[in-house]
């Protein structure tokens, strides 16, 4: 599903953005072509994701459920 998404250009989502800028960042992946499609974080978003990426896992399915509700209005 990755490989499709990257393939079609699907962004990554602002809130995902920000809490994987880190990881991102040391691992190189935004040196590839398909980054351009994932909207840059800046330097407050990324001292953001630091803090909030150990809650990752607890955030987002909180906010995936959000995302489907507010989808059905």
Known sequence: MVRIADATGIPLD???AVISAGMRAELG???FGS???TPRVSAAGRW???VV???ARYLMPA???LS???AGR
Do not use: V
Request: glycine share 10%.
């Open 14 to 16: 602002a809130p995902l």
């Open 29 to 31: 992946i935004d040196g």
């Open 35 to 37: 980054s351009a499609n």
């Open 48 to 50: 953001l994701g630091r």
């Open 53 to 55: 990426a150990p809650l």
């Open 63 to 65: 906010l995936a459920a």
């Open 68 to 70: 489907r509700r507010t």
